[in-house]
């Protein structure tokens, strides 16, 4: 390995603690992390590293080889487009950002820069993907179907749709990466959601969807169904993605036990993947740092906008009372 990179981090809720865990695990050194509660901060700073308030403090004063960004969606594109403009390749947590015109601005501030940077979308990374799309060859994807269903952290900006999207973006975007990795670009999008909360308080609700269906029409004449559902601590979850095709029937299990099973022609197939997605993504972008290769992330800038455009199609869908909307209508580019 080369030698292990001095990183910032930006925001320090609980996504930022699984972050430090990896890094250090990969040998590199959390130098600095910034959140507007500076207490936080610290909390979740590695023993040595120093503590900041604001993030143009942390990038005016320490040394850094790379920087991580686990803000809020809405406030990812002002720290991490200052942080490429002075250099440094950029982590993003998904997704890329909560608007369309944040995410380009992030895109174009990574390319003007030539750095890397790469958007956290775990399920791009994991094996199983790999392996199902080589498994695949050269069929057609007919019909997929997606199920993320389970309990996940509360955050003030999770239940404002304005602030972090709820369910389809947070969530959801999730399986629309995944299920785009497999089968390309969408066209068009419908959303049915329930009106009854499963995790939300009734006396503290936001305004986002506990659950929702999501179908998708993809391009190349595929069509994909996601099952999203937001549900109380204690309740078991369910994080799969199963693939038809015209000789492959094929099932991957997601977060905790990621596996691949299936058929493929008379060829049976069981494989257990050996890395964690989330730390095989960061795997991954440390060694595009190391060899200037920013297009060998697992999912780069531009690619994440893809998948914002489909949930930003898909929220307008719910907002519109379901009708069909068509991924261009957010105006992608």
């Not at 996504?15 to 990969?26: E, G, N, Q, S, Y």
């Not at 200052?82 to 993003?92: D, Q, S």
Request: with cysteine.
């Amino acid at each position: 390995m080369a030698a292990p990179l001095r990183i910032g981090l930006i925001g320090a809720g609980w996504i930022a603690t699984d972050h430090v865990f990896v890094l250090r695990k990969l040998g590199h050194d959390v130098v600095a992390v910034c959140d507007i509660d500076l207490e936080r901060a610290a909390k979740v700073a590695p023993e040595g590293a120093r503590s900041y308030g604001a993030w143009e403090e942390l990038l005016d004063n320490e040394e850094l080889d790379a920087v991580w960004v686990a803000t809020p969606p809405l406030l990812h594109r002002a720290p991490a487009v200052a942080a490429m403009e002075r250099g440094l390749p950029v982590f993003l947590e998904k997704p890329i950002a909560r608007t369309l015109e944040d995410a380009i601005a992030i895109a174009e501030a990574a390319e003007r820069a030539a750095v890397v940077c790469a958007i956290g979308y775990q399920w791009h990374a994991t094996e199983a993907l790999e392996h199902l799309v080589a498994a695949l060859g050269d069929q057609p994807v007919a019909y997929l179907w997606g199920v993320s269903v389970g309990p996940t952290a509360a955050r003030p900006w999770f239940l404002e749709r304005s602030g972090g999207g709820g369910n389809l973006l947070e969530r959801g975007s999730h399986q629309l990466d995944l299920q785009r990795a497999v089968a390309g670009e969408v066209e068009s999008v419908q959303v049915a959601a329930t009106g009854i909360h499963l995790a939300q308080s009734e006396l503290d609700p936001g305004d986002i969807e506990d659950a929702a269906t999501i179908t998708l029409r993809f391009a190349s004449g595929a069509v994909g169904t996601v099952i999203l559902a937001w549900t109380k601590q204690g309740q078991p979850g369910a994080y799969t993605l199963d693939v038809l095709a015209p000789s492959a029937t094929l099932h991957i299990k997601l977060d905790p036990a990621f596996t691949l099973t299936g058929q493929v022609g008379d060829v049976r197939i069981k494989e257990t993947m050996v890395v964690h997605p989330f730390e095989r993504a960061i795997a991954r972008f440390v060694e595009a740092i190391e060899v200037g290769a920013p297009d060998s992330v697992f999912c780069t800038p531009r690619d994440a906008i893809g998948t914002l455009a489909t949930a930003l199609a898909c929220e307008r869908s719910l907002l519109e009372g379901g009708r069909v909307v068509e991924v261009t209508e957010v105006h992608a580019p």
